[in-house]
């Protein structure tokens, strides 16, 4: 069966500082790969998705960026985090030939003070 | 573009009693719609999908949902809630005509079941 995980499950970075969170899925090959963050405890907003190795889609500019280094890597980074940064980042996956059904990660809470 | 709208920010209904969780979407094609649930600090569960076929869609837990294509609306029922229902439900679109690939999320719903 697939699997999904993201780490670190909680994170608090000063300001400026730089980010790297990891999200790995195992059983499954070629998947489609997205990042979302959740602000405040509701809607999310899609960041990236990516459907191959190197192949990184943003949604909205911003401060962050996403590198998919591995067929089942996706790495979300940021160089400088802002106050804004905070709130909880989840990882998904979808089969390479289905991007309907999409299987979420368990989510790593970033804290910007 | 693809959107969805969730107009109630909480629903509260007492255990027992039917929920319905509403959702309206807007997209130029035929939509793929879901329903996702969320428990405090996790990922999103999948609930139900609806692609084609039968308008009522069955799901996890006892969910169902009823695609409405004239009212553009696919809202999320379940005959008698529990209180373990009690959690943040999310509706979300894809239109596959307009190749867009990933997911739009409804803004969400706290559903407060009461014992």
């Known amino acids: 069966s697939q699997t999904i995980h993201q780490w670190p499950a909680t994170l608090v970075q000063p300001v400026g500082s730089p980010l790297s969170l990891e999200c790995t899925v195992e059983?499954?090959?070629?998947?489609?790969l997205y990042w979302y963050r959740q602000a405040a405890g509701r809607g999310l907003q899609l960041l990236f998705y990516?459907?191959?190795?190197?192949?990184i889609s943003s949604e909205v500019p911003q401060n962050l960026s996403a590198s998919r280094p591995q067929d089942r890597q996706f790495i979300l980074s940021s160089k400088k985090l802002l106050l804004s940064d905070s709130g909880f980042y989840l990882c998904?996956?979808?089969?390479?030939?289905?991007?309907?059904?999409?299987?979420f990660g368990p989510g790593t809470r970033l804290t910007v003070l | 573009a693809q959107s969805v709208a969730q107009p109630e920010d909480q629903v509260n209904v007492a255990e027992g009693n039917p929920l319905t969780v509403k959702c309206t979407y807007s997209?130029?094609?035929?939509?793929?719609l879901f329903w996702y649930v969320q428990y405090p600090n996790r990922g999103l569960q999948f609930l139900l999908k609806?692609?084609?076929?039968?308008?009522l869609v069955k799901g996890s837990y006892g969910f169902e949902a009823e695609f409405n294509k004239s009212q553009t609306s696919f809202h999320l029922k379940k005959p008698s809630a529990l209180v373990s229902d009690s959690a943040l439900y999310f509706c979300?679109?894809?239109?596959?005509?307009?190749?867009?690939?990933?997911?739009?999320f409804g803004s969400g719903t706290r559903l407060q079941v009461q014992p």
């Open positions: 998904a996956w979808s089969a390479w030939d289905n991007h309907n059904e999409q299987f």
């Open positions: 059983g499954t090959s070629n998947p489609n």
């Open positions: 990516s459907v191959g190795i190197g192949q």
């Open positions: 997209v130029s094609g035929n939509p793929y």
């Open positions: 609806y692609i084609t076929g039968d308008n």
């Open positions: 979300a679109v894809r239109d596959p005509v307009a190749g867009r690939r990933a997911l739009t």
